[in-house]
């Protein structure tokens, strides 16, 4: 019985939430009268996820970490003009929980960086990078630059 009252409790809780966002939640609720379709897919790599009524962080890995650790690119410097390969050089002071940094060119996480960059397009190119845990998890110490490749 007590199994029966919490299974009704959340019955209503879906339901008072869809109510307030509009969202149908039962099957006699009317689909969509203008035609479209919803067609729902899975969140790419770098795709933020949010909760579908508050906006907030689904995932605990949204947020990086506060722990104190700082991130300063020393080489190149922001704006710089490099050629297609060039070394790329930081300083992380480790915080509380950063154990290593990931390095990203325009978005993308460069897995195995060695520290070298080789062979990049010409033109402009982000460079980021930021303070991870010894599980991967990011920590909010981060620095972006921008470089023009010759």
């Known amino acids: 019985m007590h199994v029966m009252r919490r299974i009704?409790?959340?019955?209503?809780?879906?339901?008072l939430t869809g109510y307030l966002s509009g969202a149908p939640v039962f099957a006699a609720d009317k689909p969509i009268e203008d035609?479209?379709?919803i067609m729902i897919t899975s969140p790419k790599a770098g795709d933020k996820v949010t909760g579908y009524l508050s906006g907030a962080p689904v995932f605990a890995a949204?947020?990086?970490?506060?722990d104190g650790s700082k991130i300063m690119i020393t080489s190149p410097k922001a704006g710089?003009?490099?050629?297609?390969?060039?070394?790329?050089?930081?300083?992380?002071?480790?915080?509380?929980?950063?154990?290593?940094?990931?390095?990203f060119v325009d978005n993308e996480?460069?897995?195995g960086?060695?520290?070298?960059?080789?062979?990049?397009?010409?033109g402009p190119h982000q460079i980021t990078v930021t303070g991870?845990?010894?599980?991967?998890?990011?920590?909010?110490?981060?620095?972006?630059?921008?470089?023009?490749v010759q």
């Open 8 to 15: 009704a409790f959340m019955g209503l809780g879906i339901a």
């Open 35 to 37: 035609g479209s379709k």
């Open 62 to 66: 949204d947020k990086p970490i506060e």
């Open 80 to 103: 710089d003009k490099v050629s297609d390969s060039f070394e790329l050089k930081y300083e992380l002071t480790k915080g509380s929980q950063a154990a290593h940094a990931h390095v």
């Open 109 to 111: 996480y460069q897995k």
């Open 113 to 122: 960086f060695s520290g070298t960059f080789k062979g990049l397009s010409r």
């Open 132 to 148: 991870a845990t010894k599980d991967h998890a990011l920590v909010a110490a981060s620095q972006t630059i921008t470089v023009e």
